[in-house]
């Protein structure tokens, strides 16, 4: 059985910290990992990454993948209150399918 | 406007009840999933259509109905809602291709009393 697990849970942070996120999976045909961010409403995607070693960044936001250790992590540097939200993690398969599996998410909040 | 939109947001309906939730999309995606969202659970795939002819069940798809009227239309039943298929349910659409991004709706907070 598919399994994507994030660690942790929750985390609470003052504005100004740093934090890392941590998604490993065990899945099978295995083609990428994604990131979403989720406030309280629809997930918006943030990133989507497909090999090893090769860091995505989006301003304070970045995030890298390990295909030999089977995870992946996202951080945010300087965090403000606006990153409060749930993080979701999700892994893609190969084949026609295109079904997504999501680990149940880290509760992020950040307080001034 | 939205390009995935939802209808209804919030219901309330008892058990028993037939109850259907729709998602209508302008991306002009041909790929359409219907999720559920519980506390502690993530997201879990209900049903998935690739096209109009092309249905195809999720982890979860006992207790629940899809129909696909158009390219931009899927819609979830719930035959004989239950107290445990309260939730947060989450249409997407994808696009054909390379890219495994889905596009979320606003969601449908249903409760079963």
């Known amino acids: 059985e598919d399994k994507v697990v994030q660690s942790p849970l929750s985390l609470v942070v003052h504005e100004g910290d740093t934090v890392t996120l941590n998604c490993s999976y065990e899945?099978?045909?295995?083609?990428?990992l994604l990131w979403y961010k989720q406030e309280k409403k629809a997930p918006t995607f943030l990133f989507m990454l497909?090999?090893?070693?090769i860091e995505k960044k989006s301003g304070r936001l970045s995030s890298i993948l390990d295909k030999k250790e089977l995870f992946s992590i996202l951080n945010i540097t300087a965090t403000q209150t606006g990153d409060s939200a749930v993080y979701l993690c999700?892994?893609?398969?190969?084949?026609?399918?295109?079904?997504?599996?999501f680990g149940s998410g880290t509760q992020l909040t950040v307080l001034p | 406007d939205a390009d995935v939109t939802q209808t209804p947001r919030n219901r309330i309906t008892k058990t028993g009840k037939r109850i259907m939730l729709e998602c209508s999309q302008t991306?002009?995606?041909?790929?359409m999933y219907w999720y559920r969202q519980d506390p502690g659970l993530g997201l879990r795939l209900i049903y998935y259509?690739?096209?109009?002819?092309?249905?195809n069940k999720g982890e979860i798809s006992d207790g629940y109905s899809v129909s696909r009227q158009a390219q931009a239309k899927f819609s979830l039943s719930l035959e004989s809602a239950i107290p445990n298929q309260t939730a947060l349910y989450f249409c997407?659409?994808?696009?054909?291709?390379?890219?495994?991004?889905?596009?979320f709706g606003p969601g449908t907070r249903l409760t079963v009393t």
């Open positions: 999700a892994t893609s398969h190969s084949g026609s399918a295109r079904q997504l599996t």
């Open positions: 899945v099978t045909n295995f083609r990428s």
């Open positions: 497909t090999s090893s070693g």
């Open positions: 991306k002009g995606h041909d790929r």
């Open positions: 259509s690739f096209d109009v002819k092309d249905i």
């Open positions: 997407a659409t994808s696009e054909t291709g390379t890219s495994y991004e889905q596009y």
